[in-house]
């Protein structure tokens, strides 16, 4: 058996996927961006991913998910969020006709806590942190014989963002790194194991915030390592307790993991806002922070960076980035 057949995901069930999702998800953008690059000292090109009803790459996953909820005979489905997830699995389960429960810490994030509920989700604002909403979601689904989405764990939301990697496939065969954001993995294992699959050379870098570096030290260590609290704004990619199966995945198709301070995360969002007149959340920006920090890495090679969310409060991104 080669590594990549020890992943879980598979490329028919990717290519499937795509025929799953809401158009408006698909095909998007990838642009480079030459006053970016200039100021990089590298060619970048950014794969825009919040140009969409719920602003993030999460639809993807969320709308391969409910199709086979569907399949499956399902009427409700429970997950946990810190507010990207939530939005998108509202938003496909009312296009399937499926009842959304979504669970998040008290904490998150007020802005995608409304979009949440607007989008007719029963939002359940309840748990310490993501962790715990983890914890409650997993008990109401069990309780009430609900199904259960646990992002990147089910293999639904990773292969549909994988589509994300076909497409990269497809537009710049010839990229030389891809830099893509970490969190508990769906987003990067579905990318690195598309462009695996397809015979794509490049590089693919996952990047975590200092302050949340669960699945970082887990891929540098070979085994789960869990932490015992999160201090980032990047709240999109902010966990403490990585999933086995999904280490397992990372462990095969990312070539490097590394970290990025906050100031570094601003710095990225700042760069993107003046440079491609974008306004993104800090976790869309940590590949443009892993360029900030490492310039000398990227010098002269041709960088591709998901731009995977724009979910931010404008007090929040005014403070971060235009004060």
């Known amino acids: ?27 998007t953008p990838l642009s480079p961006c030459a006053p970016l690059g200039e100021a990089l000292g590298c060619s970048v090109s950014l794969k825009i991913e919040t140009r969409n009803p719920v602003g993030s790459f999460k639809g993807r996953g969320t709308d391969t998910v409910t199709a086979a909820v569907r399949r499956l005979g ?11 997830l939530g939005q998108a699995l ?3 389960g009312a296009r399937r006709g499926l009842e959304v429960t979504v669970v998040a810490a008290r904490t ?8 949440i509920a607007a989008l007719g989700a029963d939002l359940r604002a309840e748990a310490d942190d993501i962790e715990d909403a983890r914890v409650r979601a997993r008990e109401i689904a069990a309780a009430e014989d609900a199904y259960l989405l646990e992002d990147s764990l089910d293999l639904a939301s990773c292969e549909g963002a994988a589509t994300i990697g076909l497409e990269l496939a497809r537009d710049d065969p010839e990229l030389d790194v891809v830099l893509v954001a970490l969190g508990g993995g769906a987003l990067a294992s579905g990318v690195g194991f598309a462009l695996r699959s397809l015979g794509v050379g490049a590089e693919v870098i996952g990047i975590q ?18 932490t015992d609290s999160i201090d980032t704004i990047a709240d999109g990619v902010a966990g403490r307790c990585p999933i086995p199966e999904v280490l397992e995945d990372l462990l095969v198709v990312l070539d490097d993991v590394v970290l990025v301070r906050e100031d570094s995360i601003k710095a ?3 760069a993107l806002h003046v440079h491609a007149g974008l306004v993104v959340e800090p976790s869309a920006a940590l590949g443009i922070a892993a360029i900030l ?3 000398e890495r990227f010098a002269g090679r041709r ?8 979910n931010v409060d404008p007090a929040d991104f005014t403070r971060w980035v235009t004060a």
């Open 209 to 226: 915030p200092v302050g949340a570096p669960a699945m970082a030290l887990s891929w540098r260590a070979g085994r789960v390592v869990e």
């Open 1 to 27: 058996m080669s590594e990549l057949e020890r992943v879980r995901l598979r490329l028919d069930r990717v290519r499937e996927a795509a025929g799953a999702i809401d158009p408006a998800f698909l095909d």
């Open 74 to 84: 399902a009427s409700r489905v429970v997950c946990a969020s810190a507010g990207n």
């Open 108 to 115: 998150a994030s007020p802005v995608k806590l409304e979009r």
């Open 90 to 92: 509202a938003h496909s």
């Open 268 to 270: 990225g969002m700042r």
């Open 303 to 310: 960088v591709t960076t998901i731009v995977c969310g724009s």
């Open 293 to 295: 920090e490492q310039p």
